[in-house]
């Protein structure tokens, strides 16, 4: 037999109004038959049906999440953070991917609020007019990781992209090299593509060893890098050193370098952004910049779900700004000692 809340109801004794007050704890019961109401439920099993308890909480408990790709490791982890700390709450996650494309993610904005999720944390790389437009009509509480909102409502996680590269390219400039190229992402991602070329540029324009022809540009992959080394090989014989805009790409670099008979670090030195999990298992190991992402997707659920309890809150959630860490292992190499 399937048990209702009206059976729950009769053998407790109370109405069905008082049930739905002790499952929703939306009014105050007495202690007394509030333990008998539960009692029930406990030797019934009970499991009150999601759907009828969404529409009487006016709450889906759905969480919506957007990233660029479901196959990249940098997402992932961010996926694994905030699963830790969602999975003791009464929440369930609707994940969705983009592919980086812009229109795609609009189209997916919009589906997710459809689907009635009760808030969206947006893993981006940028946006566009419409893009703002279409999170302003979400209605429902937005938080973004890795880029800005420019919406004084919609708070960020992140890291400073600018200052990282400035210290990775530094701690380059530091270990003697002075013909340092880099694979950049694209300049229309304002934080991983542009913050981080520009912090690499102003840091060697400070130093006096900016060269416009080591620049290689792609789009955060293996083949990117691999075609981005290829790159900067032809151009200049010179280089020493390479920035990577991430770690895929730094991996990638470093295989095109070994099968042109380019001894990584001794030869050439490489630095990788991110630190995923094949930046300590490829060999030589990469030096890189470590991002927190497990602990960026905690601290963005556990801010989203906030906003998402607290829905008079009206004073705006503020912007984190995350610490990242200097990671240095085998790929770079301190030229002036070696020389």
Request: charged share 25%.
């Amino acid at each position: 037999m399937k048990i209702t809340i009206n059976e729950i109801a009769k053998r407790a004794g109370v109405s069905k109004a008082t049930v739905s007050r002790v499952l929703n704890n939306s009014k105050p019961v007495s202690e007394d038959i509030k333990n008998r109401v539960l009692s029930v439920i406990q030797d019934t099993n009970f499991k009150p049906n999601a759907v009828a308890r969404s529409l009487s909480l006016k709450k889906s408990h759905l969480i919506g999440i957007i990233i660029p790709d479901l196959s990249n490791p940098v997402f992932s982890r961010i996926i694994a953070g905030i699963e830790s700390y969602i999975r003791s709450l009464d929440y369930s996650l609707l994940i969705t991917a983009t592919d980086f494309d812009i229109e795609m993610k609009i189209q997916h904005i919009h589906i997710l609020k459809d689907k009635g999720v009760d808030g969206l944390i947006l893993v981006t790389d940028h946006g566009n007019s419409e893009f703002y437009q279409a999170m302003l009509a979400f209605e429902k509480p937005i938080i973004m990781i890795g880029s800005e909102s420019y919406i004084d409502t919609i708070p960020v996680v992140r890291i400073d992209n600018y200052k990282a590269a400035c210290e990775a390219t530094q701690y380059l400039i530091d270990l003697g090299h002075e013909k340092i190229g880099m694979i950049r992402g694209p300049l229309t991602d304002p934080q991983s593509g542009k913050e981080r070329y520009d912090g690499y540029k102003d840091t060697l324009i400070k130093a006096g060893l900016f060269e416009e022809n080591l620049i290689a540009e792609g789009w955060y992959s293996f083949d990117d890098g691999y075609r981005g080394m290829e790159m900067l090989l032809s151009k200049s014989q010179r280089v020493t050193a390479v920035f990577c805009a991430c770690d895929l790409m730094a991996v990638g670099a470093m295989k095109y370098a070994n099968e042109q008979g380019i001894s990584v670090p001794s030869e050439l030195s490489i630095l990788g952004f991110d630190d995923v999990e094949i930046a300590r298992m490829y060999s030589p190991s990469l030096t890189t910049v470590k991002q927190p992402f497990e602990e960026s997707g905690r601290l963005a659920i556990e801010t989203l779900v906030q906003m998402v309890e607290d829905a008079e809150h009206r004073a705006p959630f503020k912007h984190q700004i995350i610490k990242h860490q200097l990671v240095v292992r085998e790929s770079t190499v301190n030229r002036k000692r070696e020389g």
